[in-house]
T-cell receptor, first 113, second 113 residues
Framework: DSGVTQTPKHLITATGQRVTLRCSPR?????VYWYQQSLDQGLQFLIH???????AKGNILERFSAQQFPDLHSELNLSSLELGDSALYFC????????????FGPGTRLTVL | DQQVKQNSPSLSVQEGRISILNCDYT??????FLWYKKYPAEGPTFLIS?????DKNEDGRFTVFLNKSAKHLSLHIVPSQPGDSAVYFC????????????FGPGTRLSVLP
């Protein structure tokens, strides 16, 4: 158990819909990262938040957005969903966002039908 | 363009023998590298890291070697155990990516009893 929690574990929805994935970092960690893992693909970095502020963006689509709240939990919002958005979405947290170890949550499996 | 490559999608090794997982990168600005292990239905877990000022880092059965001139790193597991069977991701950070990691596609290791 990494101490990072993600909800829900599984999500099945239809094309065109909008979903919200939630992540709670480890206690004391200020940084939250979101990754997408599509079938047979490596982890693709989406976005990084540090203490409520966006720090870096990766390959995140404009239909996707994220935020980190004052209590440091984070939400990833995916809208106008397409079949290709079906993937595992991982959240990771780290202490301060420098080059330190990231601890991953168990992931949310999103299936878009 | 994949900046972190793991050219072997899978590897099978006999229990007790050495497992060698390879990773190549193209961005010479990367200066910090990690290996993660992922079991099915779980998030990746951190294994071992190495910074570019070193060429070897050891932690128990796991050793990571870095060859900067070849832009190559490898993870050695000795002796391999059935519980090591998992997908191993190589990740790199530095340069334009700052502290955000670029992951390879992973190598599935099967340790046969």
């Amino acid at each position: 158990d990494s101490g990072v929690t993600q909800t829900p574990k599984h999500l099945i929805t239809a094309t065109g819909q909008r979903v919200t994935l939630r992540c709670s970092p480890r206690s004391g960690d200020l940084s939250v990262y979101w990754y997408q893992q599509s079938l047979d693909q490596g982890l693709q970095f989406l976005i990084h938040y540090y203490n409520g502020e966006e720090r870096a963006k990766g390959n995140i689509l404009e239909r996707f957005s994220a935020q980190q709240f004052p209590d440091l939990h984070s939400e990833l919002n995916l809208s106008s969903l397409e079949l290709g958005d079906s993937a595992l979405y991982f959240c990771a947290s780290s202490v301060d966002g420098d080059t330190d170890t990231q601890y991953f949550g168990p992931g949310t499996r999103l299936t878009v039908l | 363009d994949q900046q972190v490559k793991q050219n072997s999608p899978s590897l099978s090794v006999q229990e007790g023998r050495i497992s060698i997982l390879n990773c190549d990168y193209t961005n010479s600005m990367f200066d910090y590298f990690l290996w993660y292990k992922k079991y099915p239905a779980e998030g990746p877990t951190f294994l071992i890291s190495i910074s570019s000022i070193k060429d070897k880092n050891e932690d128990g059965r796991f050793t990571v070697f870095l060859n900067k001139s070849a832009k190559h790193l490898s993870l050695h597991i000795v002796p391999s155990q059935p519980g090591d069977s998992a997908v191993y991701f190589c990740a790199a950070s530095g340069g334009n990516y700052g502290q955000n990691f670029v992951f390879g596609p992973g190598t599935r290791l099967s340790v046969l009893p």
